[in-house]
Every structure is written in structure tokens, then in C-alpha cells.
């Protein structure tokens, strides 16, 4: 910006700083200090509801890919679309006990926006999100399940678990078998870091 206003044309110049999604800045998840547990792994739930086979927990016919601000859930089988059905279910009617920042109590939440493929592919009326916007069927193949049968869109800053692979990104050599992180202080890819951010400068703009 120095540079800039060394130059003649400054003063006839717009500057304008855009970003390309907004960021989300993740809250405590863990919050130990406030109460002993406040999960937000989608597979723990399910597990908790009793939802999830014998199979299913060993990895066999499902498989569960999140990190950060969102994630994806699969199902294998001739069932598997009333499989992410129900899961959807459970994932939706899910609610966590909220905190204020000093730690006094807020009240039940649901962490986040879940989505099957149908939804998904139609279209939700109030989230923003347009017929075929998150599931295209033409680079889906629905015997190798490239696209997720559920989607998870995080809330109001709260943070999946790094599960299924995705602890790659944070640059190290990780073992496989590792349980679920909670690692990143912000990220992007839930339905509120999409506002793009700007500022403007120049002739005529008020500070």
C-alpha cells in the first residue's frame, strides 16, 4: 500500500482486498474445563445411538471422512440410501449443551446442517443451497460411492474431528489408527464461511 501511494495515479485509484470464502474461527470443542465431554464425531454419535453394526464399526461398509468444517459419511450396500436416511435422522435431531465464552451455560444446540445425497441433489430451501449445487450424478458412481451419502456442514464455529485420513493435512506423518483429532483453530467449508470478505479504499470512501 506504501508503494502504491507513491505513485501519480494514487490519487485517482480504488483499492480494493478481496477474499475468496470467508474463515470460520473453531470454538473450544473439547471445552474439558466446562463439561467432561462435548462430541462432535458424527460416528460417536451413531455409535451411541446404537445405529452402527458390528461391520460398520470395524470399517466395513462405512466409512466416515471429516475434519475441520465439514465431512462426509458412507454407506455400502443395497440399503445404503435408508441407511444415510436414518443417519441423517439421528445426525439431525443431535443436540450438544452450549457455553457461553466465561463458561455459564447457554442452552441445547445442534452442531450442524446434515444433508443425504436427495437433499443435496434438490436443492434446501433456507440454506442457500441450489438444486445440484453440493451433488453432481454424472462424476458420482454409485457402486464405488465417490460421493458421500450424508454431508455435514458445522454451525456457529464448531469443529469435526480429523478422521479417516484427513490428519495428511497436517503435514506430518501420522499413524492410521489414530482416534479422532481435534486440531485446526479455524478452517473453511461450512455453509458460514462463505460470505466473501472486502474492503475498500480510495477517493470518495470514508475510512
Known sequence: MNRLADMPE????????YS??????HRDTLRSYVDPFIETDPTAVLK?????????????GYFAYTASSYGGLYFK?????????????????????????????LGKASPWHVLTREEMERGV???????GELYHRFIDHPEQGLWPDVMLFMKNGWQLPIT????????????SSL???????????SLDSRDIVMAFTGPGIPA
Not at 475468496?20 to 474461527?25: L, P
Not at 440399503?79 to 463458561?103: C, V
Not at 430451501?125 to 438444486?131: E, S
Not at 479417516?164 to 499413524?175: I, T
Open 179 to 189: 482416534p479422532p483429532l481435534v486440531g485446526f483453530l479455524g478452517g473453511h467449508g
Open 164 to 175: 479417516g485420513g484427513l490428519a495428511a493435512n497436517l503435514g506430518v506423518a501420522l499413524p
Open 125 to 131: 430451501y433456507g440454506q442457500d443451497i441450489l438444486p
Open 10 to 17: 494514487y490519487k485517482d485509484a480504488v483499492i480494493v482486498l
Open 20 to 25: 475468496d470464502h470467508g474463515h470460520v474461527t
Open 77 to 105: 450396500g443395497p440399503d445404503r440410501h435408508r441407511r444415510a436416511r436414518e443417519a441423517r435422522d439421528i445426525l439431525a435431531a443431535y443436540t450438544l449443551k452450549d457455553y457461553f465464552p466465561d463458561g455459564s451455560y
Open 48 to 60: 451411541h445411538h446404537r445405529f452402527l453394526s458390528r461391520d460398520e464399526k470395524q470399517g466395513q
